[in-house]
């Protein structure tokens, strides 16, 4: 059993549905713990009764500390201090032997097993960027990446998680100051600062648009394969992080778009990976509004008012990033 914990509200709906699926699809024996960020995503979740799914609400999650510290973060920032303490809860509460965080916008191709396995006897598992070097973001967003992460419920993991909790709470803001962003430069040093630490060493784990570019893609049977370019490693992919793939309303369809880094997107990984995740997007929204048609689930954005000038400048962009950036317009209002 490998129990997960993860935080989002109503607005990711669509993308949490899409994680527990994929899931429930290739996990042999999993549970998965979310926090519900609005009561709207709770009373939803909780109406569709899933087999393998707690819900945990604000309510019943903020402590003193989250409550106090709370006014001084925006949501996003409140969302990263969160991180550490949503583990910490599922330990304690739940008596688990461990937990893994996970972020909402992950979608597993084979079972995760293999990659908390991977830790041994180890109190903590961490997964690097791995950035390839054109996107290498290490001194800004940190070497690690907040998206799978592992503690065990020993005495040196609850050390580990404890520390990183209370840097939280004492800092964790949008910003690089004096060595810190968020909560994630603090995993930095803690292969040297800490005892049990291990970092995780499985290419199928952590893959993201900052490092895809490293890999080649294939489907076989309802998995995928990645093939690592350098040295022709073959390796099966467990779960890729959709990070910055932001839904904007283009009158009365949807576009996806990959914003944020440009990072290079090939064809190969548009056609494998992008293409099927987006239409397990579309059924998952598609699911969540008939639960509660209140419910956008995928974070919709107004598009960016346009100008004649800023028409021109986006042609302009486009046709100089076209093979970095993905779109796809299909989903009805």
């Known amino acids: ?14 993308k949490g549905l899409a994680l527990y699926r994929s899931l429930e699809r290739h996990c042999m024996q999993f549970h998965l713990y979310l926090f519900a960020f609005d009561d709207k995503l709770a009373v939803a979740m909780k109406r569709m009764a899933l087999k393998h799914l707690t819900i945990i609400t604000l309510k019943e999650f903020e402590d003193p500390e989250l409550l106090r510290v709370k006014p001084t973060r925006t949501a996003g920032e409140y969302c990263w201090t969160c991180s ?7 330990l304690e509460h739940y008596h688990l032997d461990a937990c893994t965080y ?56 609850l050390y580990v998680l404890r520390w990183w909790r209370n840097a939280c709470l004492d800092w964790c803001y949008d910003r690089l100051e004096d060595g810190k962003f968020g909560d994630q430069k603090y995993l930095d040093d803690w292969t ?13 784990g952590g893959l993201a648009p ?6 080649t893609f294939r489907r076989e ?24 793939l932001n839904c904007y309303k283009k009158g009365l369809l949807r576009e996806f778009q990959l914003t944020g880094t440009f990072y290079d997107m090939s064809r190969n990984a548009r056609e494998v990976l ?42 302009v962009k486009h046709a100089y990033r076209s093979h970095k950036t993905h779109y796809s317009i299909w989903i009805k209002r």
Request: charged share 20%.
């Open 274 to 315: 992008y293409e099927d995740y987006l239409a397990e997007q579309k059924r998952c929204y598609e699911v969540m509004r008939h639960v509660d048609p209140t419910i956008d689930g995928l974070a919709t954005r107004p598009a960016p008012k346009s100008t004649m000038f800023g028409w021109l400048s986006a042609v």
């Open 102 to 157: 996970i972020d909402s916008d992950l979608y597993f191709y084979s079972d995760p097993s293999v990659l908390v396995d991977e830790m041994g006897d180890n109190d903590v598992l961490i997964t690097a960027h791995r950035y390839t070097a054109e996107y290498d973001q290490s001194a800004t967003s940190g070497k690690y990446c907040v998206q799978f992460m592992t503690f065990k419920n020993t005495e040196n993991g």
């Open 210 to 215: 900052w490092n895809m570019q490293q890999y």
């Open 192 to 204: 040297t600062r800490f005892k049990g630490i291990h970092e995780l060493q499985h290419l199928g």
């Open 221 to 244: 049977g309802d998995g995928i394969v990645g093939t690592e370019v350098a040295t022709g490693k073959e390796f099966p992919v467990i779960f890729f992080h959709y990070h910055a």
């Open 84 to 90: 550490g303490s949503t583990i910490l809860y599922c």
């Open 1 to 14: 059993m490998i129990n997960f914990c993860t935080l989002y509200n109503s607005d990711y709906a669509a």
